[in-house]
């Protein structure tokens, strides 16, 4: 890897790393605001309406210009968000309008590796951009516990520096020859454009398999968070700050886990690493028989393990064939449209879920019954592809 390989990663890690600082802190100020319990889960909902909604948009957008300099809008998108909430703006609103600066970040994060790497890097690249952002959400949520015990305001203001600090990088990242450019960009080519990368992606194979799992994957992981935070108030008697600790056993995890797959997973073996997740939805509803805080922090590990070692070879996967069929930014953008739609349908389940009063053992049961269903479909429906007569 070359420096500016280390350029990229390190604006993405800074720019991850006050996004998951924010979610925590305006949970924080949620609470502090008396809002709902029901109003958290939805400052996903919040965040993620942006990627599906600007999904025709974005990739576009990300391949039309240098994706250094889209990095560097979206950045300052999210530092008028991170603002606003400084300025009472409300944290649900707030939170949206750097959903919209992420929306437009992560095509450009992405797509850049493809075109800066050889196909035989990406899974390594996949594996230290994962593993960076699994400390950025490490380190954001100690961050987001830690700052607004103190103040939320000078939480929010370290996270809006951070916002800046990743837009200087921005600035440094390599600029590269345009790839795939539109030729048209009126709305209706650009609709027409996306709903054929859309069905590209979907229609073949490879891609099917990992953007069905990526999808699947993002939108579990997502809703976890809120998940584990209210099962270890439950369970375990933890408090906000504590039961966000327990986010990051399972970041810490899916860290281990991504550098495990970046050195033992080739990029034409990554559909080889299905059953890992159908083995990881089982733990999940192992979580219902756990009332030790030690023994929950092995599994949480168990489970971030697995979840990295069979998402990071099938992403770079999906980015490899997007990269050839369709583009770098107009791969990302589909990507980005179902994973966060994945995201949306969880944790708009959770959050009727908590608005039902559901206990929250029945809905981790749920979850891991999804999450270990889902995958062994998707995995039988896939070895019926290659076992069929061609």
């Known amino acids: 890897m070359n420096f500016g390989f280390y350029i990229i990663l390190a604006a993405q890690f800074l720019s991850a790393l006050a996004d998951n600082a924010l979610l925590f802190t305006a949970i924080a100020l949620l609470r502090e605001l008396s809002a709902p319990d029901w109003h958290e889960p939805l400052l996903l909902q919040f965040f993620v309406i942006s990627y599906i909604i600007l999904a025709p948009v974005v990739g576009s957008f990300a391949d039309a210009y240098p994706k250094g300099n889209v990095m560097f809008v979206a950045n300052a998108i999210k530092f008028v968000g991170s603002i606003s909430m400084i300025f009472g703006m409300p944290p649900l609103f707030a939170y949206g309008i750097v959903g919209i600066g992420a929306a437009a970040y992560s095509p450009a994060k992405y797509g850049i590796l493809t075109e800066y790497l050889p196909s035989n890097m990406l899974v390594k690249a996949n594996g230290w951009m994962e593993g960076s952002t699994v400390m950025a959400i490490v380190l954001g949520a100690i961050l987001g516990a830690v700052l607004p015990n103190i103040s939320i305001q000078i939480s929010l203001a370290i996270i809006t520096l951070l916002y800046m600090v990743a837009a200087i990088f921005n600035i440094y990242i390599p600029k590269l020859p345009l790839d795939h450019k539109l030729s048209k960009r009126n709305p209706l080519y650009v609709l ?8 590209a992606l979907w229609c073949d194979p490879q891609g099917q398999v990992s953007l069905a799992v990526t999808t699947l994957f993002w939108g579990v992981g997502a809703t976890l968070r809120f998940v584990v935070i209210a099962w270890a108030a439950y369970a375990l008697g933890f408090n906000q700050s504590e039961g966000t600790y327990l986010t990051v056993v399972v970041a810490v995890g899916i860290a281990i886990g991504s550098v495990i797959a970046a050195s033992m997973i080739k990029l034409e073996e990554s559909v080889k690493v299905l059953p890992a997740g159908i083995v990881m939805g089982l733990l999940v509803i192992s979580m219902i028989f756990i009332t030790e805080w030690h023994i929950a922090c092995l599994l949480l590990v168990a489970i ?13 996967l999906l980015q490899h064939r997007g990269h050839l069929l369709i583009g770098a930014g107009h791969s990302i953008a589909v990507q980005n449209f179902n994973e966060n739609l994945g995201i949306l349908i969880l944790s708009g389940a959770y959050t009727l879920m908590v608005k039902a009063g559901i206990p929250i053992n029945l809905i981790v049961v749920s979850f891991g019954l999804f999450v270990s269903l889902s995958m062994a479909g998707i995995y039988r429906i896939y070895r019926k592809q290659i076992n069929a007569p061609t």
């Open 192 to 199: 027409k454009d996306f709903s054929h990368s859309f069905k």
């Open 304 to 316: 971030g393990i697995l979840s990295g070692f069979f998402v990071v070879p099938l992403n770079a």
